[in-house]
């Protein structure tokens, strides 16, 4: 079992930057790999970005490959997601999730456990 919370989310004017943080709790944490999702309101949730257990292996969704970063700390049971030059079109609810299936995958369903989200605002 594995509980999620994230943190760092706001309201930031384009072009600026905020660092989401997804506390995970439980011995396992090393065994699962960790994506972001987002939902803004009206839309489905989509896939942001995911990282192996081993920090090795990164996919990132084409909206923020270049401007998104994905990180983890094993020694702070953190992932971390990094976003740099928001556009108001990343405007959503960002949820961080854990996967035991190791082929990195973009779809929600795939994903066993779930953070209870974070808001992120873009003003243009």
């Known amino acids: 079992q594995v509980q999620l919370v994230e943190s760092g989310g706001g309201l930031v004017q384009a072009g600026g930057s905020l660092r989401l943080s997804c506390a995970a709790s439980?011995?396992?944490?090393?065994?699962?790999?960790m994506g972001w999702f987002r939902q803004a309101p009206g839309k489905e949730r989509e896939f942001v970005a995911v990282?192996?257990?081993?920090?090795?292996?990164?996919t990132y969704a084409d909206s923020v490959k270049g401007r998104f970063t994905i990180s983890r700390d094993t020694t702070k049971n953190t992932v971390y997601l990094q976003m740099t030059s928001l556009k108001p079109e990343d405007t959503a609810v960002y949820y961080c999730?854990?996967?035991?299936?190791?082929?990195?995958?973009?779809?929600?369903?795939?994903?066993?456990?779930w953070g209870q989200g974070t808001q992120v605002t873009v003003s243009s």
């Open positions: 439980g011995r396992t944490f090393s065994s699962y790999a």
């Open positions: 999730a854990a996967t035991y299936d190791y082929d990195l995958p973009a779809r929600a369903n795939r994903y066993d456990y």
């Open positions: 990282i192996s257990w081993s920090a090795s292996s990164t």
